[in-house]
């Protein structure tokens, strides 16, 4: 009886237990009405519980005794492609999920050091060519994105999920729903599933519904699960969706327990519980298992200003960060992506020469052609240059431009940008480029392109990689027998002016 206390106090979600020994922070606490709560801190010699279950059945004078000195999750391969809450219970109605295992793993840990770290030298494919291309990843970064509620955020991370099934890619992935409503929840996991992605996928579910402590805890069950299987040298991909809310949620908990507020009422230690949330997520040496975790986070921004405690906390923790504007989704872009504001600070060392060449190519004209777009639309004349670039930069923005269940692996990305770089996208029309994107994909997927443009020419120079991308164009447009090419612009207007030469004067032929 020495180890049990008693319930001194309850404030919604938050109770005051004086008079139990052994209690630690972090402990696991059982009420003698069956529910169950985390301790977040102490006053004096009282602890301040977090309720993790219902509430409503604990009063005052309720026996406690700890139940955990640290709240764990029991971890396996038996998780992959289960609805799991928090706690690691399953809510899917699959039936329960027999670990081989009954080691439980804290939820809590500290970050690896320094010298259990690698460079993170590989990079991560994400089927959108506005990423991959203009703000790449690698395995083991941490990438911000960003934007007004309902900007396409959360949609993007789930279609780069889905993505990973149809590249055949080996990357585990892990999505983290924090404070999130069951039908949001139930469209995502239709739309997993709908591309075979469940099976290589954890889900970790945190509802609007439940207990704050249960939200609060959600983001370090996912990044405990990923180290789990990053210590078994795998490579796993983690969601959070989104720090937003998870921030809401602390600060919540936080006002309960009376901690003095800072700006926007947010404690003064939500800058810590982020960094130490995405600081164990990396790139590990072979002595702890050599695996990665590439981190997600998706924050929610008041309107189009990325200027907010929590945003702006957050990209100055990750490696880079991939902003949304509903601007841009209102004009049709698709995703709507700011590449200019957009930024990632290790993922184009690990892109292929190629590659990397190409996009920096395309980075200058697109910066040229929103100039001269703004100087155009005053109604001044531009000379034939800047029509060049107006001509190439709207057709580079069709080509750039994706539905959710379009996905380019990275091959067909430097036949895409190539197309952009050496113009030849210039010859047809904005209308014909959604044709064409199909049709020179489709063409490339033939032999014997399909060998001959390879990682070893993605990683040549441009000079040579040129004459096998220049040969690729030629056949494409001249010898296809199954895919029609597209009538170039110049060739149809020279016909029709000697069409017109031959028949001047006879009115009605011409007709």
């Known amino acids: 009886m020495e ?17 139990a020994r052994g209690i630690g922070l972090g402990s696991v606490v059982e009420f003698s009405s069956g529910s169950k709560g985390m301790v977040m801190g102490f006053n004096h010699a009282d602890a301040e519980v977090a309720m993790l279950s219902s509430y409503n059945r604990v009063k005052k004078g ?19 492609g289960r609805v799991i809450d928090p706690m690691g219970n399953p809510v899917d109605g699959l039936g329960n999920i027999e670990i081989s295992t009954d080691v439980l793993h804290p939820i809590e840990s500290a970050a690896k050091p320094v010298h259990q770290r690698v460079l993170i030298d590989r990079p991560l494919i994400t089927g959108y060519l506005t990423i991959d291309t203009q703000i790449p990843l690698s395995l083991g970064q941490r990438e911000l994105l960003l934007g007004e509620r309902m900007s396409g955020q959360s949609d993007l991370a789930v279609d780069i999920i889905c993505n990973q099934t149809r590249l055949n890619t080996e990357l585990l992935c892990i999505y ?29 579910v945190a509802r609007t519904s439940e207990a704050a402590a249960l939200n609060y805890i959600a983001p370090m069950a996912g990044v405990t699960i990923a180290e789990w299987f990053a210590a078994k040298n795998r490579d796993v991909l983690i969601v959070f969706d989104d720090l937003t809310r998870h921030a809401k949620v602390y600060r919540q908990i936080s006002l309960l327990l009376e901690r003095p507020a800072s700006r926007e009422s947010y404690p003064g230690d939500v800058f810590y519980l982020h960094s130490r949330l995405l600081e164990r997520c990396g790139a590990f040496s072979k002595q702890v298992g050599g695996g990665t975790i590439t981190a997600l986070p998706i924050v929610e921004t008041q309107g189009e200003d990325a200027t907010d405690f929590i945003t702006t906390n957050l990209m100055s923790i990750t490696d880079g960060h991939v902003l949304f504007r509903q601007t841009l989704a209102n004009q049709g872009a698709q995703p709507p992506i700011d590449s200019g504001f957009s930024v990632s600070r290790i993922g184009d060392r690990n892109q292929p020469s190629l590659v990397r060449y190409l996009s920096e190519n395309i980075k ?66 904005t209308a014909q480029i959604p044709g064409f994107v199909k049709q020179v994909i489709a063409y490339a997927n033939k032999e014997p392109y399909k060998s001959m443009i390879n990682s070893s020419v993605l990683q040549m120079n441009y000079e040579h990689a040129e004459v096998v991308f220049k040969e690729f164009m030629h056949d494409f447009l001249w010898q296809s027998d199954t895919i029609q090419p597209i009538v170039k612009r110049e060739s149809l207007v020279a016909e029709i002016e000697t069409v017109d030469n031959l028949l001047r004067g006879n009115e009605d032929i011409l007709k």
């Open 3 to 19: 180890n049990v206390g008693q319930v001194e106090s309850v404030k919604s979600e938050i109770c005051i237990v004086k008079g």
């Open 176 to 204: 983290v729903a924090i404070d999130a409503d069951t039908a949001r929840i139930k469209r995502r996991i239709e739309r997993l599933e709908k591309h075979g992605a469940m099976k290589r996928t954890i889900v970790v």
């Open 364 to 429: 200058d004209t697109m910066i040229k052609y929103e100039e001269i777009a703004k100087f155009s639309s005053l109604g001044s004349e531009v000379g034939d240059e800047s029509v060049s670039i107006l001509e190439i930069g709207e057709r580079a923005k069709v080509i750039f431009s994706q539905g959710h269940d379009d996905y380019y692996n990275i091959r067909d990305q430097a036949i895409l940008m190539y197309s952009i770089v050496s113009r030849t996208a210039a010859k047809w029309s």
């Open 62 to 80: 309720d026996l406690v005794r700890v139940n955990n000195p640290k709240l764990s999750i029991p971890i396996g391969e038996e998780l992959i």
